[in-house]
């Protein structure tokens, strides 16, 4: 069984620039759900994907936007990166059944993208 | 909205201490509540969970009592060892796969 992996590991963008961050997901789950985690703080709810649609979204500009594909791998798009986007990039994967209520879905988590903005 | 704090941090120990990380939340709903722990230049590691009031999550010697009447879910562990110094969260989730992390603990074992 093949773990959740990330590419690249790491990054260097500089302010304005476009970055892409890729995900491949556990095999047999179909749902990917992206984090950022600033330097000293807990990781921060981006957006998940279920099944190449988006199915819920933290508190993140539309700046950040992503793509689920139909073997559930996943990106990450950031547009005009700023110097606060610099983080470690979390994907974590699981199987679920579309977002109803109920939390005890395990999430499977990646070793993470860091991203510096200069 | 929801919300986790853990017990700030860090904390040190010498091994085989007894070791306590708090953690308290505030939800809308009935949240299912999970720790995690990272290790250096790693991703998250699922520790152990609980799905509804009064479960204990147990794993490596780690545990911890989801108690609904003080919405809380310490972490707990009767003799930490070096190897397990690392940064641990508690997060709760009320929708699959979202979920809502605290700050994190940094947790030293010192021989």
């Known amino acids: 069984e093949t773990g959740v992996t990330q590419s690249p590991t790491h990054l260097i963008k500089t302010r304005g620039q476009q970055v892409t961050l890729r995900c491949s997901s556990q095999?047999?789950?179909?749902?990917v759900s992206w984090y950022q985690q600033a330097l000293g703080q807990g990781p921060q709810f981006i957006f998940q994907?279920?099944?190449?649609?988006?199915?819920g979204r933290g508190n993140f500009p539309p700046r950040f936007s992503g793509l689920q594909f139909p073997n559930y791998s996943s990106e990450l798009n950031v547009n005009a990166l700023e110097l606060d986007d610099s983080a470690l990039y979390l994907c974590?994967?699981?199987f679920g059944t579309g977002g109803g209520l109920g939390g005890d879905y395990e999430q499977y988590f990646g070793p993470g993208t860091r991203l510096t903005v200069t | 909205g929801d919300s986790v704090t853990q017990m700030e941090g860090p904390v040190t120990l010498s091994e085989e201490a007894f070791l306590t990380i708090n953690c308290t939340y505030t939800?809308?709903?009935?949240?299912?509540l999970f720790w995690y722990v990272q290790y250096p230049g790693e991703g998250l590691q699922l520790l152990l969970k609980?799905?509804?009031?009064?479960d204990k999550g147990s794993n490596k010697g780690f545990e911890a009592t989801y108690r609904k009447e003080t919405t809380s879910f310490h972490l707990e562990k009767g003799s930490v060892q070096v190897s397990d110094s690392a940064v641990y969260f508690c997060?709760?989730?009320?929708?699959?796969?979202?979920?809502?992390f605290g700050d994190g603990t940094t947790l030293t074992v010192k021989p």
């Open positions: 609980a799905t509804k009031a009064d």
């Open positions: 095999s047999g789950h179909n749902t």
């Open positions: 974590a994967s699981s």
């Open positions: 994907y279920y099944r190449e649609e988006e199915n």
């Open positions: 939800a809308t709903g009935y949240p299912s």
């Open positions: 997060a709760l989730s009320l929708n699959a796969g979202k979920s809502t």
